[in-house]
Structure formats: C-alpha cells, structure tokens
C-alpha cells in the first residue's frame, strides 16, 4: 500500500511517500522561514501564498525520487489540522484534488497524531502503548497514547509552549527570530550554575506545566546586566529541560507506560533529549525520538499516520470529496479507527 | 475538446465542463462553503455529460485576482487534478472572465469595465476592450474607488461586478447611467471556460505547477520589528 503525505499546517511544506512494505520511499521539505524572518514570526497570508507554490513541485520530487507513478498510489493523506486555517485549506485543496483525479481517498490527519507517530518512520520496535511528550512552537503537553486513535490528554502547559518560550527568550537575547535552535547553540558556551532560573510549577503536584514566568526571570536577570548571554542561555535551557523532564517523569508514574516517546520541533534540542534519556535510563523506561529532520513539522509523518489508519481499516469517504480543514481540533476528538 | 474550468474568486463558487463546443455550468453563491462544494460540482457536471474525468484534455481556472483564499482553494484544486491526469492548466483572469459576461445577451459594448470588491476600501478592477464576441484580456489594478481613471475608448461602455454593488457612488462618479451598469454580475465558470478554449488554441495551457495565482494586491504584511 503507498500513501503520499501532505503537511502544510503552518511554515514548513512538506510532501513524502511511504509504502507498507519498503517504509518510507521518499520525503521532501520546503522551509519558509526565511521567508518569514523578516517579519518576526510567520504572516499566514504569506504562509498560504508559498505553499501554492512549493508543493506540486515537491510532490513532483518526490514520485521522481521514489520511481513511482501517481497512478500506483493508493490514497493521499494530508494535514487536516490543526494549524494555520489558509495555510491547510491550500493543503487540503491540492491533496483533496489529486486523490480525485487518480480516484483514491484522501484522508485527513491530526498534525498532533502525525508527530506523535513519528518515531515508527524509525523503529519498528516502538508499540502501544507509550507516553508521550509533544513539545514544540505550539505545543506542550503529556499525553497517554494507549492505541492508534486511542489518546488522552494527561498534562499540560497552562500558557506559553516550550518552544515558544525559547524563541521568545531568543528574542530577549536578541538572536532574531525564530531564535530557538540560535539559543540552544548559544548555551552550549554557557557555564552551568552562574544563574539560577525557578522551575515553574515542580513545586506543585500534578502534570501541568508553566513557562511564560520563564521569560520574566530572564528579563530581570538580563536587566542586573551582571550575567553573560551564554550563561543565562544555559541557566534557561537548564530550567525548561528541568521542568520537562520532572514532568514527564511524574507522566510516566501516573499513566504507568512503560515506553516514552518524545515529538515536536524542540525534541530536537540536544540537552532536553540528553536529560529525557537519563531520566529514562533511570526509570528503566525505554525512550524514543524521531530523528532530528522528522522532529519539525514533515510530510513523512502525515503519510506514515495516514497508512497506519488505513491499515487499521479507517472509513475513507465515499461521497462528494470536500475540501476542508481546522483550525481548532482537540486530539483528544480522535477515535481509534473502526474496520467499516 | 474537453475542459473543466473553475471559478472561485468570488462569493459565488462555480464550476464548468466545455465539451466539443458546448457549456454546461453549475453555480452557487455560498460564502466560504467553496470547498465543500467544488469537487462535487465537477462530479456532476461529468456524470451528468457522462464523461470519464480521464477523457479531459485539461483544467481551466479563474486565477484570480479576487478572495485571497478563494483564488487559491481554484489553483490548488485545478492544479491537484491536472497533475493527477498529467493534463495542462487554463490560467483565465478572473476579471476578463467577469467582464466576458457583458456580452453574454449580445450587447456589444466598446468596452467592458470588470470591478470586484477587495475590502479594505479597495476594488480591483480591468477595463477590457471587446473584440467581435470575446472580451480581451486588461491590465488589472487594485485602487481606491475614487482613484478609478479608466481610459475608455470611443463607444458603448458597460461596467459590472461586486465592487459596484459596495461602492454605490462609483458608477455614477465614472459617468455610468443606471443600464450600463450591472453591480450584481459575479465571475463564472462558464466564461472561463469559454476564454480558455481561446487561450488554449494560442498555446497558454501551461503545466500545472506553474498555474499560480495572481492577487494584484501584494502588500499584505509589512516588515517590522521583531514581535
């Protein structure tokens, strides 16, 4: 079974194919960030106005790569939501206009159960039910995901995401935007130590996180102008990793799953996935990351859920193809997929 | 020939099939439902014709300019099918294909004025010379209303669209009577299709990824400071 995988939520264009038999056969992705520079965050407008661009000749690439033609797949999947409404809905369109023209379905996938599901593009070992940690732009939460479809919400942050509060750090070390990755390259020169950040919300019980406070204490460390920006860098990824790591701990007791998974785009971050390994290690709870290209936002992991579901025997829509997509879609809203 | 030709830019969502000469075309005015019902115009319209989506030589759509996310829903749907049935692209302009509807009852203007409201105090707007039974393709601007300076030619002149409908003031302004005016007229998949078989027979089917969208209004952000 080859299904193609659309991802166009927000910044990043993502178009891959991936076979039940072979895995993933081909995968490639456009960037806008640079686009988006410029600007100090992403315009959706400008978002929606790439995507029609990139993504035919991405889809181009990718069956050339792969030496396959259209005609052989059997459907096409594509992020549904949530995300940025235009930036989808250009998606949608396309991925909803090609399923027609070759007459396969097209499915419509959580951007959050794509993530989640990304380390399968890696091991073959990995199985439910596991817990996992989804940390990004957008997101922070714990969540216990018991089988395909199957997912609760256990934890998470009540303000700002993790990786939110690193770009918006950046920003307060000057590093521009999105300023992230450049704070974590700074830390690496910090020293551990000279400064002390809080650890937002470890005092308290429970599996809810808070990291807007994070930023404030930035600010009045960087206001005494009596610390180095690699230090506080370092005193701030130390703080975020902290909290995350403790959580997740906590996560696992509560939810009792024996494996963890770890998605998102700050599931790149080198410190935070070394403090996740330890903790594991320490746990004796085996932890999975995707690789580092299929952390951000990709379309190998919107083809990769889109054929575990049809594997599972999702419904795939028999009437009038419609081209849609949301915005809002709580994950929690996902049914595992019933055989029809 | 068979085409299949798509406009979205406006309120109303409609969709075309040219076959051997003949127009079918289905419309419904139906803002922001446009991808609801789209593909399942398309559908109709080939079952109704009883023509195999495989037996279409290629997608004509309105390009725009009009609703941002209109223009684009036609290009990403004309694109997706194109590229599935390895078919060209019949990029029309959405103006030229509203202003087209002048000549629909046989009225023969010198001139058609096409204007479509773009918000923002803003219309866009073509003033499209007619030749014999087509209108041919304009310069497209986006102004304020009363910064519009057609250079009509000598003749009969007619005007219609949206941007006459939220600018009651224009017509007149522009020296309009009443029956040269028709503020109610919204772009159609008809008049697409039937300027894409013109343009199709000069050669400007295009391959489906360079079928893009044209906005006319491209200053929609402006660089700042960081957030």
Same mark, same amino acid.
């Given at each position: 079974m080859k299904v193609l995988g659309i991802e166009t939520s927000c910044?990043?264009?993502?178009?891959?194919?991936?076979?039940?038999?072979?895995?993933?056969?081909? *995968?490639?992705?456009?960037?806008?960030?640079?686009? *988006?520079?410029?600007?100090?965050?992403?315009?959706?407008?400008?978002?929606?106005?790439? *995507?029609?661009?990139?993504?035919?000749?991405?889809?181009?690439?990718?069956?050339?790569?792969?030496?396959?033609?259209?005609?052989?797949?059997d459907a096409v999947a594509y992020t549904g939501g949530p995300g940025l409404l235009g930036a989808l809905l250009t998606g949608a369109s396309v991925a909803r206009a090609l399923a027609w023209g070759w007459g396969v379905p097209a499915l419509a996938v959580h951007h959050l159960e794509g993530h989640l599901l990304a380390p399968f593009l890696d091991d073959a070992g990995l199985e439910f039910p596991f817990l996992v940690l989804q940390v990004s732009g957008g997101h922070t939460q714990l969540i216990h995901a018991r089988a395909l479809g199957d997912y609760e919400l256990v934890g998470e942050s009540i303000d700002d995401a993790a990786g939110e509060a690193f770009d918006k750090t950046a920003k307060l070390l000057g590093l521009g935007y999105p300023g992230g990755p450049a704070l974590a390259r700074?830390?690496?020169?910090?020293?551990?130590?000279?400064?002390?950040?809080?650890?937002?919300?470890?005092?308290?019980?429970?599996?809810?996180?808070?990291?807007?406070?994070?930023?404030?204490?930035?600010?009045?460390?960087?206001?005494?102008?009596?610390?180095?920006?690699q230090d506080v860098a370092r005193a701030f990824e130390e703080a975020v990793t902290d909290t995350l790591v403790e959580k997740t701990r906590r996560g696992l007791e509560h939810t009792g799953a024996p494996t963890l998974v770890v998605a998102g785009g700050v599931a790149a971050n080198v410190t935070l996935r070394a403090g996740l390994q330890a903790m594991g290690r320490r746990q004796g709870v085996p932890v999975y990351f995707p690789r580092p290209e299929f952390c951000t936002d990709n379309g190998a992991m919107i083809a990769l859920a889109g054929l575990r579901?049809?594997?599972?025997?999702?419904?795939?829509?028999?009437?009038?193809?419609?081209?849609?997509?949301?915005?809002?879609?709580?994950?929690?809203?996902?049914?595992?997929?019933?055989?029809? | 020939m068979r085409l299949i030709a798509i406009e979205t830019a406006s309120e109303q969502c409609s969709a075309a099939l040219y076959l051997d000469g003949t127009i079918y075309a289905l419309r419904e005015r139906a803002a922001r439902r446009h991808g609801e019902l789209i593909l399942g115009q398309i559908e109709q319209l080939l079952e109704a014709a009883g023509v195999d989506r495989s037996s279409l030589d290629?997608?004509?759509?309105?390009?725009?300019?009009?609703?941002?996310?209109?223009?684009?829903?036609?290009?990403?749907?004309?694109?997706?099918?194109?590229?599935?049935?390895?078919?060209?692209?019949?990029?029309?302009?959405?103006?030229?294909?509203?202003?087209?509807?002048?000549?629909?009852?046989?009225?023969?203007?010198?001139?058609?004025?096409?204007?479509?409201?773009?918000?923002?105090?803003?219309?866009?707007?073509?003033?499209?010379?007619?030749?014999?039974?087509?209108?041919?393709?304009?310069?497209?601007?986006?102004?304020?209303?009363?910064?519009?300076?057609?250079?009509?030619?000598?003749?009969?002149?007619?005007?219609?669209?949206?941007?006459?409908?939220?600018?009651?003031?224009?017509?007149?302004?522009?020296?309009?009577?009443?029956?040269?005016?028709?503020?109610?007229?919204?772009?159609?998949?008809?008049?697409?299709?039937?300027?894409?078989?013109?343009?199709?027979?000069?050669?400007?089917?295009?391959?489906?990824?360079?079928?893009?969208?044209?906005?006319?209004?491209?200053?929609?952000?402006?660089?700042?400071?960081?957030?």
């Open positions: 910044d990043e264009t993502g178009v891959a194919l991936i076979d039940s038999e072979q895995g993933l056969l081909a *995968h490639r992705l456009y960037s806008q960030t640079d686009l *988006h520079a410029i600007y100090g965050g992403v315009v959706p407008e400008l978002a929606s106005r790439d *995507h029609i661009r990139r993504l035919l000749p991405l889809v181009r690439a990718v069956l050339d790569a792969a030496g396959v033609d259209g005609r052989e797949l700074l830390a690496e020169q910090g020293e551990s130590g000279v400064l002390r950040l809080p650890r937002p919300m470890l005092d308290r019980p429970g599996l809810d996180m808070s990291f807007s406070g994070l930023k404030t204490a930035v600010l009045t460390a960087l206001k005494k102008q009596a610390y180095r920006p579901r049809l594997q599972a025997g999702a419904p795939v829509d028999r009437g009038a193809p419609v081209v849609a997509a949301r915005a809002r879609w709580p994950l929690a809203e996902l049914d595992a997929p019933v055989p029809a | 290629g997608i004509a759509v309105g390009r725009g300019p009009g609703a941002f996310t209109g223009v684009r829903l036609g290009l990403g749907v004309a694109q997706g099918i194109a590229f599935a049935l390895d078919r060209p692209v019949v990029p029309v302009s959405t103006l030229q294909a509203l202003a087209q509807q002048a000549l629909r009852g046989g009225a023969r203007p010198t001139a058609v004025l096409a204007g479509l409201d773009a918000r923002m105090g803003e219309v866009y707007w073509a003033l499209c010379p007619v030749q014999g039974d087509r209108v041919l393709p304009a310069s497209e601007q986006v102004d304020a209303p009363a910064d519009l300076r057609p250079q009509w030619p000598d003749g009969g002149r007619f005007a219609l669209g949206s941007a006459f409908a939220a600018y009651p003031d224009l017509a007149p302004a522009l020296g309009l009577e009443a029956s040269q005016v028709d503020a109610h007229a919204l772009p159609d998949a008809h008049d697409v299709a039937l300027l894409a078989v013109d343009a199709w027979e000069r050669g400007e089917a295009v391959a489906p990824e360079e079928a893009q969208p044209v906005y006319v209004r491209d200053d929609v952000a402006r660089p700042g400071p960081a957030r």
